[in-house]
Structures are given as C-alpha cells and as structure tokens.
Nanobody, 115 residues
Framework: QVQLVESGGGLVQPGGSLRLSCAAS????????FAWYRQPPGKQRELVAS???????NYADSVKGRFTLRKDNAKNTVTLQMNSLKPEDTAVYYCNIRAATWSSWGQGIQVTVSS
C-alpha cells in the first residue's frame, strides 16, 4: 500500500503563489504516474497536472504557463508550483499516484485564492 502526504496549501491573494508538495511512501513499484487533481466548490474533480516515470509533465489548459510540476525521483516527491493564482483556482487539491495495478490518493489540501 502506498501513502501520500500533501502539504503547502492555504490562503493567497490573486496573483500570488503557492507550492504544494506530495510525498509518497510504501510499496512503490513499476511504472507509475503522479498527478494533481482539484475539486472546486460544487464542481467535479478535474486533472490539473500529471507526470509519468521518465516523462515530461502534462497540464490542463487552464493552468498552462502558471503551474509547474516537478518530480524528485530520489525522494518519491512531487511539487506543484502555482504562480499567478486566480480566484478560480480555489479548490481542494488532491495528489494521486497510480500504476497498472494500484493507485492511491492523498487526503486533499485546501487552496483558497481571495482578496
């Protein structure tokens, strides 16, 4: 079983920045992908960014050019650097790790963009 621990959320003004981190531990094996999803209030969960082992990050159109996903292979950690934040980025952000035969979710972390 794989455990994910998220950190770094909070309240920020429009135009500000936040960095989310997700640390994975446990029985991690094979080819897998890390991803960040978010669920805005009253809406469905959506994919924000993802990266597969050895690959390049992919981003939702709504965050391209503002968010940067980085993976630290040695530490099994991913960070999501979020710049130029907008009120519509307000959501609970979830880290996910998945492979062909297993998947795990973090507990979720609140990001609020408001003046």
């Amino acid at each position: 079983q794989v455990q994910l621990v998220e950190s770094g959320g909070g309240l920020v003004q429009p135009g500000g920045s936040l960095r989310l981190s997700c640390a994975a531990s446990g029985n991690i094996f094979g080819t897998y992908a890390f991803a960040w999803y978010r669920q805005p209030p009253g809406k469905q969960r959506e994919l924000v960014a993802s990266i597969i082992s050895g690959g390049s990050p992919n981003y939702a159109d709504s965050v391209k050019g503002r968010f940067t996903l980085r993976k630290d292979n040695a530490k099994n950690t991913v960070t999501l650097q979020m710049n130029s934040l907008k009120p519509e980025d307000t959501a609970v952000y979830y880290c996910n790790i998945r492979a062909a035969t297993w998947s795990s979710w973090g507990q979720g972390i609140q990001v609020t963009v408001s003046s």
